[in-house]
C-alpha cells in the first residue's frame, strides 16, 4: 500500500509544453505572468509548483535557463512552495536541453519521465481551426510523427546529474503500466530511495486511457510493486481532470491540476488561472473531510533538501 498519509498534497503545473496561445488567453506565457500565477496558485493551496518555460514572444516551449531564472526567483521570494522543474521540456528538445534549467537551477524536486512512448497532440486539430502563431499547428501536426524519448540511459543520466550531485528529487511521471515497472526497476537497483512520489498519469494519446478501471488497475500495481515506499499522486488530461483527481484523493492519492493539464475549470468553462483550479481541487478535498498539506508538511512526507539549497 501506499504510505499512509493525513494531508493531501496539491500540486499545480502552471504552463506545460502541450497547449498553445491560442487555445487559451489565461494561459501564462511570459516570465511575468508564469510567475504571477504560481503565486497565486501558491496561494490558493498548492505546495508544488511544477514549471515550464515559454518563449514570451510567441509562447512556444523553450528549454532556456535563461528564461527560467526570469522567473524562479521571484516565485521563490514569493512563496514557500517546493518547486518543480521539467525535465521533459517539449517536443524535439534533445535530453541535454532538456536538462539544461534543471541542473542550473539545482531545484528540491524535478518531474521525471518513466519511458519513451508516442505522445499524440493531434487530435486537437478537429478542435483548433486557427492558430495565431505559425509554430503551434506545425507543434500539434508533429506529435503524429513524434516519440517522446526517455531511455534507461536518459533516466541513469538524471539520476546521476540531478539526483546524486545536486539533492533533486523526484515526480516520477508514470503514463502507462509499464513505467511503474520501469520505476520498480530503479527502485530494485538502487538508482532511488524510498520515499518516491508517483504521478499517475490519465488520458494522454499513447498512455493509459482515462477511465476509473485504469485508476484502479495502476494504484493495485504500485502497491504491489512499490509497498509502502512510496506517496501516489494522480493527474488526468482535459475534461478527465477533476472527477479522476477526486476519485483518486478518495482512494488516499495526492493530487495534480493546472493549466498544463486542463485548459478548463468546468464543461465548456475556460479556467481563468491555475490558482482557479487549486481552489476548486482544493474545496473538493476539504468538503471530503481531507486536510490539504503545506510546502513544509510537502517537504517532510517526500524528504526533500529544502528551498534554501537551491540555486536561484
Known amino acids: 500500500m501506499a504510505r499512509k498519509q493525513k494531508k493531501v498534497i496539491i500540486t499545480c503545473a502552471v504552463t506545460g509544453s502541450i497547449h498553445t496561445p491560442s ?7 511570459t516570465p511575468d505572468e508564469i510567475a504571477e500565477q504560481s503565486i497565486a496558485a501558491a496561494e490558493a493551496g498548492a505546495s508544488i509548483i511544477h514549471l515550464h518555460a515559454r518563449n514570451p514572444e510567441d509562447g512556444s516551449p523553450t528549454p532556456d535557463p535563461d528564461v527560467f531564472m526570469e522567473f524562479l526567483p521571484r516565485i521563490k521570494q514569493n512563496c514557500d512552495a517546493v518547486i518543480n522543474i521539467t525535465t521533459g521540456g517539449g517536443h524535439g528538445m534533445s535530453p541535454q536541453e532538456r536538462l539544461a534549467a534543471p541542473l542550473r537551477a539545482k531545484p528540491e524536486m524535478c518531474s521525471f519521465n518513466m519511458g519513451s512512448m508516442n505522445f499524440g497532440l493531434f487530435p486537437m486539430l478537429e478542435r483548433y481551426k486557427e492558430f495565431k ?38 515526480e516520477f511521471e508514470c503514463y502507462d503500466v509499464g513505467h511503474l515497472y ?7 537497483r538502487g ?7 508517483v504521478q499517475t ?16 488497475f495502476m494504484k493495485d500495481t504500485a502497491d504491489r510493486l512499490f509497498g509502502d515506499a512510496y506517496h501516489w499522486s494522480v493527474l488526468a488530461g482535459g475534461r478527465h481532470q477533476m472527477p479522476l483527481c477526486t476519485m483518486a484523493a478518495i482512494m488516499g492519492a495526492n493530487v495534480r491540476v493546472g493549466l498544463e493539464d486542463s485548459l478548463y475549470i468546468s464543461k465548456g468553462e475556460l ?20 486536510e490539504v498539506a503545506t510546502p513544509a ?7 526533500l533538501k529544502g528551498g534554501d539549497m537551491v540555486d536561484f
Open 182 to 188: 520501469n520505476m520498480a526497476n530503479l527502485l530494485d
Open 191 to 197: 538508482l532511488v530511495k524510498p520515499p518516491i512520489f
Open 297 to 303: 508538511e510537502a517537504r517532510e512526507m517526500l524528504d
Open 271 to 290: 479556467a481563468e488561472s491555475n490558482a482557479a483550479q487549486v481552489t476548486k481541487i482544493r474545496r473538493i478535498m476539504e468538503d471530503l473531510s481531507m
Open 133 to 170: 502563431y505559425d509554430w503551434e499547428r506545425k507543434h500539434i501536426e508533429n506529435s503524429k510523427d513524434f516519440i517522446f524519448r526517455n531511455t534507461y540511459n536518459d533516466m541513469e543520466y538524471i539520476l546521476k546529474e540531478l539526483g546524486e550531485t545536486h539533492g533533486t528529487k523526484f
Open 23 to 29: 487555445m487559451s488567453p489565461h494561459l501564462p506565457i
Open 201 to 216: 498519469i490519465f488520458g494522454i494519446l499513447g498512455g493509459i486511457g482515462a477511465d476509473h478501471q485504469n485508476v484502479i
